[in-house]
Each structure stands twice: as C-alpha cells, then as structure tokens.
C-alpha cells in the first residue's frame, strides 16, 4: 500500500494550496481517507477525513470553513484544498487510511496506514 502525498509548499497568509494524495496497493472502498499535521514540537493531530465510499466527511474545528477534503474515485486521489491559510497551519501534512466502521462515519481513531508528509508553510 502507497499513500503519496503532494502540494505542499511556501504560501503567504490569506492564500491556498491544494494537497494531493494518491493512493495505490489495494481497494480503498471500505476505508476513510484523511488527513494530519505536525507542527514543529507539537504532537500530530487531525485535520479532515472522508469516507471514500459515499464521501462523508468530518474536520477538526481548526479548519472547519477554511479546508475541504474531497476524492476523485476514478484517479484513487483524495485532496485537500486549504484556503484562507494562516501562519499557525504551518505543519507537515500527512495522508492516512482507516478502515471504516461504517460508511457514513469519517472517523480515523486508529490509522492502518500512513503517507509520507508534504511540509506546508505559511508565512505572515
């Protein structure tokens, strides 16, 4: 399994990135496809989720309003677009695969696999 993350980069606060995440290595219809950060000395939390069967999705509070998780099925991709960034989302964004408990609950308490991270900074 291959979870590939991209799109990160330098972006002035106020602007947007579009994180990419390709994934490969088997069927996803039973899994909910998200997203985490890490800030540097902080621990990695949650930032969004969809499920990838019927698209049901959840956000931190953080981002809620600001970022949109969505999938494309046909290209295995599930992206994050991120608007009105600012200085404190500067983190590496990790993508993420749990297998769901249901098809209508975006929840990834326990994460079966992981990408590699796509460092996201935001300046002031």
């Known amino acids: 399994v291959q979870l590939q993350a991209s799109g990160g980069g330098l972006v002035q606060a106020g602007g947007s990135l579009r994180l990419s995440c390709a994934a490969s290595?088997?069927?996803?219809?039973?899994?909910?496809m998200g997203w985490f950060r890490q800030a540097p000395g902080k621990e990695r939390e949650f930032v969004a989720a969809?499920?990838?069967?019927?698209?049901?999705?959840s956000y931190a509070d953080s981002v809620k309003g600001r970022f949109t998780v969505s999938r494309d099925n046909a290209k295995n991709t599930v992206y994050l677009q991120m608007n009105s960034l600012k200085p404190e989302d500067t983190a590496v964004y990790y993508c993420?695969?749990?297998?769901?408990?249901?098809?209508?609950?975006?929840?990834?308490?326990?994460?079966?696999?992981w990408g590699q991270g796509t460092l996201v900074t935001v300046s002031s």
């Open positions: 969809i499920t990838w069967s019927v698209g049901i999705t």
């Open positions: 290595g088997r069927t996803f219809s039973s899994y909910v």
């Open positions: 993420a695969a749990s297998l769901a408990r249901s098809r209508f609950i975006a929840s990834m308490s326990k994460v079966d696999y």
